[in-house]
Nanobody, 122 residues
Framework: VQLQASGGGLVQPGGSLRLSCTSS????????IAWFRQAPNKERERVSC????????YYAEAVKGRFTISKNFAKNTVYLEMNNLVPEDTAVYYC????????????????WGQGTLVTVSS
């Protein structure tokens, strides 16, 4: 399983970005697809996850109400729509896949895409 993450960039506080994770794992619908982020000198944390099958979604408390995860089967892509961004959202964002359920522990995820850098700064 290969995953390709894209969409990062520089955005001002209060702005928006949409990250994309393209993978055959999306179309198979057998995998939970998660977004993690890692800021400098911090541990990797799960931001959001969408499960295979029932498409249940999960969010970290810090991003609830601001981030939305969604799936497009036709494009084999999972999106992370990020709104009202704050400087604390600055990190390298990774997408990852594992068999369901969605779990928070990074080491459980067997498949990882390369990171995409999100910088929130004025």
């Amino acid at each position: 399983v290969q995953l390709q993450a894209s969409g990062g960039g520089l955005v001002q506080p209060g702005g928006s970005l949409r990250l994309s994770c393209t993978s055959s794992a999306v179309a198979s619908d057998h995998y939970a697809i998660a977004w993690f982020r890692q800021a400098p000198n911090k541990e990797r944390e799960r931001v959001s996850c969408i499960s295979g099958g029932d498409d249940s979604t999960y969010y970290a408390e810090a991003v609830k109400g601001r981030f939305t995860i969604s799936k497009n089967f036709a494009k084999n892509t999972v999106y992370l729509e990020m709104n009202n961004l704050v400087p604390e959202d600055t990190a390298v964002y990774y997408c990852a896949a594992t068999l369901p359920p969605c779990v928070t522990v990074a080491k459980v995820y067997e498949h990882w895409g390369q990171g995409t850098l999100v910088t929130v700064s004025s």
